[in-house]
């Protein structure tokens, strides 16, 4: 039994080995002429609909819940600079939406005590904030909010506002009050002093959704690059799923499509023209990534079990390196040369595959609710 043991582990070492040795960027040198069907693929892709996609999603809104009195025009005066929403110890005294310019993004002053508003701001939004006040604890009206929007499957962050008034500590309250809402967090801040909103609230909201990290990140510089990662690592977990197709090039036109509306989005996030040279330029290097999936078919004929999975790590790594590419290129000023580009690609994926990132997938995809997309101690 051990000897069977042993030859099945020493097996399936030497079909790693051979796959590593498949994966190693100087053979993306060596790959065949079949590289044409990549320009194919590249020649029937509908750019404009790829651009008028990102451009919507630009128009995308985060919507401040909360019940009446919770703080959220103040927040709402703070996250926008200045003020332009009514702010009063009198209930009701937001009587109606209010759109706010912050960009090409709208933050939205939800009325506590008209639902049907709230309804509305709900289905324009891409995220949500919904405050709670500090003062008066979970209220009932609190909790049946929050399951309603838990069913509306909405990303959704939850702040305890007033925290600057609490005698107690706050992340203590805060842990309580999540509890009693079954959420896995809640962010204490304070609108009033405008604690823990830079620190932690924005880049939660970030987290949320690849939409709302387009819209704040486009708006707020200093997050950019945050935000830049979260739709880098979306894109990268779309592409580990698409690369598990077994079968070969059936997974080609969503990897590219993936890819390009990542390299649009970060291209927005700059305020980068979308049909600008710079962008076309970038996104031509999409089809390097596409020769990642080649080499992780070959791969798949090499490894009689696991080939998929392989395929789907190296399509997560080409989609990954390419941002990494497109992050550093817009955030350097477009100077970088083609061959500053492609020395940059190497390096990332090399990076990749070394530090082993996409475990890091497999986190956010679990944090999100997704199955295990790879098997325990798959490499």
């Known amino acids: 039994m051990s000897e069977t043991t042993d030859k099945n582990a020493a097996s399936r070492s030497r079909l790693r080995g051979r796959a590593r040795d498949l994966f190693t960027f100087s053979n993306l040198t060596k790959l065949p002429s079949n590289l044409a069907i990549a320009r194919n693929f590249i020649n029937i892709l509908d750019w404009k609909a790829a651009q008028a996609e990102v451009e919507s999603e630009l128009q995308h809104k985060v919507a401040l819940l909360g019940l009446a009195n919770s703080g959220k025009s103040t927040l709402f005066n703070i996250l926008r600079g200045k003020y332009t929403s009514a702010v009063s110890a009198e209930e009701g005294t937001t009587k109606a939406l209010i759109r706010g310019s912050f960009g090409p993004f709208a933050l939205i002053d939800t009325p506590g005590h008209l639902p049907s508003l709230q309804e509305q701001a709900v289905s324009e939004a891409a995220a949500i904030i919904y405050l709670l006040d500090a003062g008066k604890g979970v209220r009932p009206q609190d909790i049946d909010i929050i399951n309603q929007l838990r069913s509306s499957n909405k990303p959704l962050v939850v702040a305890l506002n007033k925290c600057d008034l609490l005698k107690e500590d706050q992340d203590e309250v805060a842990a309580r009050f999540a509890a009693q809402l079954h959420v896995a967090d809640i962010i204490p801040i304070s609108a009033r002093t405008g604690e823990n909103i830079g620190e932690e609230l924005i880049p939660a909201i970030i987290e949320t959704s690849p939409e709302a990290a387009l819209a704040l990140g486009r708006e707020l510089p200093r997050y950019r690059r945050q935000a830049a990662q979260k739709l880098v690592r979306s894109a990268s977990l779309i592409a580990l799923v698409a690369g598990l197709e077994p079968i070969p090039l059936v997974d080609i036109p969503i990897l590219l499509g993936n890819q390009v509306r990542m390299v649009m989005r970060i ?84 990076r990749y595959r070394e530090e082993r990132m996409y475990e890091q997938l497999e986190v956010e995809a679990a944090a999100e609710g997704q199955p295990r997309l790879l098997p325990s101690g798959e490499k």
Request: glycine share 12%.
């Open 267 to 350: 291209a927005a996030l700059y305020n980068e023209p979308l049909s600008g040279r710079p962008t076309r330029e970038l996104i031509a290097t999409v089809a390097g990534g596409l020769a990642f999936r080649y080499i992780a078919e070959e791969a798949a004929k090499a490894v009689p079990f696991g080939g998929d999975l392989v395929a789907g790590a190296i399509a997560a790594a080409g989609t990954w390196s390419l941002g990494q590419v497109a992050l550093e290129y817009f955030e350097g000023g477009k100077k970088l040369s083609q061959r500053q580009m492609r020395d940059m690609f190497s390096r990332f994926y090399r």
